[in-house]
């Protein structure tokens, strides 16, 4: 019993290796600059203890994926707590979406979405359960902070909706700052969210769709 814990151990902390490896190599070099053996060479193991675990590189990249977007939101629930108690709950929302896609490992899951486009294997492995990740985990974090409007469609929607922008305004960031642009862009979800939630609080929730039938 002892030596099978012992292996357990072994093998969760050689995967974890890998996994931290092949973040720090992706925010490095991109998708197709991370090889096996850059991984390897990172982690501190050899290619073999790598396939022993993960058929391919790609492989690798589901429990990566995963790992990025628990980090980016373990980040946001230490920041939600700290925000000041005087903000308005549109100026704590957008805060919290900030957070998500600024921090440095949203690069990571860019870069695997992006490479699952053209690439087959990883494109079945982001289209599984790990294509909704994200935004389960999003959807969650935001009725578990604001459950006043938690039993609304239109606020995830809204939210959902504001989310791609925010995912695109940290693609563009990534190539070329435009603080102009980002303010401008935020002012505008700023008073689209803002009339959501009056309208939320106004004319009442409604609840005739799920949350999870939304197709995003």
């Not at 903000?87 to 979405?113: G, N, Q, T």
Request: neutral net charge.
């Amino acid at each position: 019993m002892q030596t099978r814990r012992t292996q357990q151990s072994r093998r969760e902390s050689t995967i974890g290796k890998l996994v931290e490896a092949a973040i720090e190599c992706l925010l490095e070099s991109g998708y197709h600059g991370t090889s096996v053996q850059l991984i390897c060479g990172r982690a501190g193991v050899s290619q073999g203890a790598l396939f022993r675990h993960f058929a391919t590189k790609n492989e690798l990249m589901q429990p990566v994926g995963r790992k990025v977007v628990d980090d980016i939101f373990e980040s946001a629930l230490t920041l939600a707590a700290q925000l000041p108690a005087g903000m308005s709950e549109e100026e704590r929302i957008i805060a919290l979406m900030k957070a998500l896609v600024m921090s440095p490992r949203h690069i990571v899951l860019l870069e695997l979405l992006m490479a699952a486009r053209t690439t087959p294997d990883l494109r079945d492995i982001f289209l599984g359960s790990s294509s909704t990740y994200f935004r389960d985990r999003f959807v969650a974090m935001m009725a578990s902070l604001f459950p006043r409007y938690a039993i609304s469609t239109g606020f995830f929607a809204t939210l959902l909706t504001m989310m791609t922008t925010m995912h695109g305004m940290a693609l563009y960031r990534t190539l070329a700052e435009h603080p102009e642009g980002d303010k401008m862009r935020e002012q505008w979800l700023l008073s689209a969210l803002r009339a959501e939630l009056e309208r939320i609080r106004q004319e009442g929730a409604d609840t005739r769709n799920p949350v999870y039938q939304l197709p995003f």
